[in-house]
């Protein structure tokens, strides 16, 4: 059984940074596509990154250009790298694969908050 773990999160400043990683049980993230994930409060979880196995990305349209999504095969580990966060990031940021197949882990919170 494939288990995620997601780690990284925190209370950062609007125009801060944060690396958000997850790590698999399983061999599976390696090879097929990964995903981030995340859920603000009262609101419904959302896409917001994948990558492929061949290391092609893509983002949610409101975190382009600030979020960049890697892999680490080796690892077995998925990163979001997220630059110039704003409050409406704030969310608890999950893992899964692309689309989800698994079983969602805890997740890391994420506050953007001054």
């Known amino acids: 059984q494939v288990q995620l773990v997601e780690s990284g999160g925190g209370l950062v400043q609007p125009g801060g940074s944060l690396r958000l990683s997850c790590a698999a049980s399983?061999?599976?993230?390696?090879?097929?596509?990964g995903g981030w994930y995340r859920q603000a409060p009262g609101k419904q979880r959302e896409f917001v990154a994948r990558?492929?196995?061949?290391?092609?990305?893509s983002y949610a349209d409101s975190v382009k250009g600030r979020f960049t999504i890697s892999r680490d095969n080796a690892k077995k580990t998925v990163y979001l790298q997220m630059n110039n966060l704003k409050p409406e990031d704030t969310a608890v940021y999950y893992c899964?694969?692309?689309?989800?197949?698994?079983?969602w882990g805890q997740g890391t919170q994420v506050t953007v908050s001054s």
């Open positions: 399983g061999t599976i993230l390696s090879i097929n596509n």
């Open positions: 990558i492929t196995g061949s290391g092609s990305t």
């Open positions: 899964n694969s692309y689309p989800p197949n698994y079983n």
